[in-house]
């Protein structure tokens, strides 16, 4: 079946720091590959995404990109600010399950000014 | 635009007794979807339904059912609620169409006492 691992928190960083967390994925066909973020309270959203192998998705400073042969999909910021605090979900969609996320543990990141 | 809204925001529960949970879609999404997330974990595939057909199922109970109605908001029903059952649920929305992204609801967190 699908899985996805995610390096466990919390990370703990510096306002500025470079941030990187890992994840890597275990897929019977070929996925999409996503990080969602959820504030406290609230909601995941969609932080940034690719559908293919060496795709890289980028939004508000993250990026990620899609390494088959490593089966991974780190996420990546070079300078982390306190409102990035957070938890960060990796997650794939099978296509041949429709949109049917696999989601990781979630990482939690914590930013101190 | 409203995003994906659900209700209630929270709820308390006794064991063995049953609970509805609803949730409407942003405007023009035909798909709805819902998970699970437990405390401290990333979320898990319950059930996704399209233009009112369940295309999909997690790994739940029977207990756990769910429907989608023509105007596509969704209702969660999970009878003989058990400790085990207390969680944050969220619904999805999304166009339905493969690589579709989700847009999450802020959830409701269900107490099971």
């Known amino acids: 079946g699908n899985s996805v691992t995610q390096m466990e928190g919390p990370v703990t960083l510096s306002e500025e720091a470079f941030l990187t967390i890992n994840c890597t994925y275990t897929a019977t066909g070929y996925p999409s590959l996503f990080w969602y973020v959820q504030y406290p309270g609230e909601g995941l959203q969609l932080l940034l995404k690719a559908t293919k192998a060496d795709d890289k998705g980028s939004n508000k400073g993250f990026e990620a990109t899609y390494r088959k042969e490593t089966t991974s999909f780190h996420l990546e910021k070079g300078s982390v600010q306190v409102s990035d605090s957070a938890v960060y979900f990796c997650?794939?969609?099978?296509?041949?399950?429709?949109?049917?996320?696999?989601f990781g543990g979630g990482t939690r990141l914590m930013v101190k000014p | 635009d409203a995003g994906v809204t659900q209700s209630p925001t929270h709820l308390i529960k006794t064991r063995g007794q049953h609970v509805t949970l609803r949730c409407s879609p942003i405007s023009g999404h035909k798909s709805v979807s819902w998970y699970q997330q437990v405390l401290g974990q990333g979320p898990q595939f319950i059930f996704q339904y399209y233009e009112k057909e369940e295309r999909g199922r997690g790994n739940f109970p029977d207990r756990f059912s769910a429907r989608q109605f023509p105007n596509y908001s969704s209702e969660l029903n999970v009878n003989a609620l058990l400790l085990g059952d207390s969680a944050l649920y969220l619904c999805?929305?999304?166009?339905?169409?493969?690589?579709?992204?989700?847009?999450f609801g802020n959830g409701t967190r269900l107490t099971v006492t």
């Open positions: 997650a794939l969609s099978d296509r041949n399950a429709g949109n049917m996320l696999t």
């Open positions: 999805a929305s999304s166009l339905g169409q493969i690589d579709s992204p989700l847009h």
